[in-house]
Nanobody
Framework: QVRLVESGGGLVQFGGSLNLSCVAS????????MAWYRQAPGKQRELVALMPTSGAIPKYADSAKGRFTISRDSATNTLYLQMNSLKPEDTAVYYCNIGVSYVGDEHDYWGQGTQVTVSP
């Protein structure tokens, strides 16, 4: 029922910026965590940025720290990833993820991904 759609990816020059968006088709209840992952060719999917819904500040992969910022807009069911100072090694498909937890039941929602390509 719930669908997540990423957008904002594209081709950017070394040092450039992109702002990724992830829009949920409907309001999601009992959200425990919101996150962005990425998967580069020939590599495993990795966590880039994570936003707990309460009690903690956002967390970032070492490779993203200081350059990426995760944020949300609850009114529009949108999760964002602002990416600055992009490098060729940031090239990957980026996926948003929303984790739901309620009385012991857990579920993850995933988007289809948006391609980010950084030229040298």
């Amino acid at each position: 029922q719930v669908r997540l759609v990423e957008s904002g990816g594209g081709l950017v020059q070394f040092g450039g910026s992109l702002n990724l968006s992830c829009v949920a088709s409907e309001k999601i209840r009992y959200i425990s965590v919101m996150a962005w992952y990425r998967q580069a060719p020939g590599k495993q999917r990795e966590l880039v940025a994570l936003m707990p819904t309460s009690g903690a500040i956002p967390k970032y992969a070492d490779s993203a720290k200081g350059r990426f910022t995760i944020s949300r807009d609850s009114a529009t069911n949108t999760l964002y990833l602002q990416m600055n100072s992009l490098k060729p090694e940031d090239t990957a498909v980026y996926y948003c993820n929303i984790g739901v937890s309620y009385v012991g039941d857990e579920h993850d929602y995933w988007g289809q991904g948006t391609q980010v390509t950084v030229s040298p």
